[in-house]
């Protein structure tokens, strides 16, 4: 900060690809703060560090950062992340933003947000944190399969011929979330935590589809053609006077920036198409709850058997149901919590200590990823 004359630095929770659920080992907010949340960056300024949480994680920050250097920001319930931010941001601030790990949204609001106060912003292209921590990347080593067309309703083919149909000549629709690649692909992985993507980008138009990857794919697709991951960024750049679609809620401003002005910018409308499902898809869908209303059973028989169990006896036995019912993955970490601790919206570290008594309320927020990629989320309060 001192070397580039910054008054104040953001620091993100998300990776290169705007993910929510970020492994911790990628989280350069967490190294900062310890705050262990899916949600919630930090602001550091010359003499302090601001922790900012939604209200789901106010008791949670408060547990598990040092508060002799660290400030919780406590966002209240219908508040903007924005609006919290500006109060801590002074006039004529230089403030320094992580180009790579801000979406072109969030930084066009920034922008305007702080117009009015002079405020300076300047992009960096890498993470002071991982230069720092020396924390390395890599982006290949994930099992990635292909889904069977009996789940997804459709081959990679058949979604790609609906998307060049629609869209007409002369396109181009750069993909950048993860979600949006995994239903274009029908590929999946379950290497990233709680989630069922893999690192990827990709350049839709009416030649075909790239997928920029370094992790060893299946075949897509007779329309699809799978280069390296560091070829994205040179084929971005090389386009120009088209019609580009991009996607700036989930494309880093880093990203954004490759694109020739030349282009004519538009909004991506790629997730119209997965919005609405076919009836294999239903049909899955059905299929995965059906197996999580399953997988609960075991907590109705802990209950109602003479024995006291702790909150991390449930949750133990929730994720060992769960599998048994199929699931190949957690899609969130599950939040089994008792007494006082449900008042943790987001608890997520239940305890060998607490045992669940007669009266206590106990609340079980969980879910799973089955053969199709798509995640469930159950939850259920007991008494």
Do not use: W
């Amino acid at each position: 900060m001192l070397k580039n004359n910054l008054d104040g630095l953001v620091i993100n929770s998300t990776n290169e690809f705007l993910v929510e659920y970020n492994m911790l080992e990628l989280n350069s907010r967490y190294y900062v703060t310890g705050f262990t949340g899916s949600m919630g960056d930090v602001l550091i300024t010359t003499d302090n560090i601001y922790q900012f949480v939604d209200s789901r994680y106010h008791e949670q920050a408060d547990l598990q950062v040092n508060h002799d250097y660290v400030t919780v920001v406590k966002i209240p319930s219908g508040t903007r992340y924005l609006d919290s931010l500006k109060e801590y941001i002074q006039p004529y601030y230089k403030l320094g933003v992580i180009s790579t790990k801000t979406s072109k949204e969030f930084y066009d609001k920034l922008q305007k947000e702080f117009q009015t106060k002079n405020i300076t912003i300047k992009l960096f292209n890498s993470d002071p944190v991982f230069e720092y921590k020396k924390v390395s990347v890599s982006n290949n080593s994930y099992n990635v399969f292909k889904v069977d067309t009996k789940i997804t309703g459709k081959s990679a083919d058949d979604k790609y011929n609906i998307i060049k149909e629609y869209a007409g000549e002369n396109f181009n629709i750069i993909v950048t979330n993860l979600e949006d690649i995994a239903y274009l692909t029908n590929l999946r992985s379950y290497d990233f935590n709680y989630s069922a993507i893999f690192p990827s980008k990709a350049i839709i138009n009416e030649n075909g589809v790239k997928i920029y990857s370094d992790c060893n794919l299946p075949e897509i697709g007779a329309y699809y053609q799978i280069l390296p991951f560091n070829d994205f960024e040179k084929h971005l750049q090389s386009y120009s006077k088209s019609v580009i679609y991009a996607d700036e809620e989930h494309m880093s401003i880093y990203d954004y920036n490759l694109i020739n002005k030349s282009n004519k910018i538009k909004k991506s409308y790629l997730n119209l198409f997965k919005t609405v499902k076919n009836e294999n898809e239903i049909e899955h869908i059905k299929s995965c709850f059906k197996r999580a209303d399953n997988a609960l059973k075991v907590v109705y028989s802990m209950l109602n058997s003479d024995k006291i169990y702790s909150e991390f006896d449930y949750y133990e036995a929730l994720v060992k149901s769960m599998k048994d019912q199929g699931a190949l993955s957690l899609s969130f970490k599950p939040i089994v919590t008792s007494g006082s601790n449900t008042s943790i919206t987001h608890y997520s570290t239940p305890s060998k200590e607490k045992m669940v008594n007669e009266g206590d309320f106990l609340l079980v927020d969980y879910g799973g990823y089955y053969e199709g990629g798509i995640a469930t989320d159950t939850t259920r309060t007991f008494i």
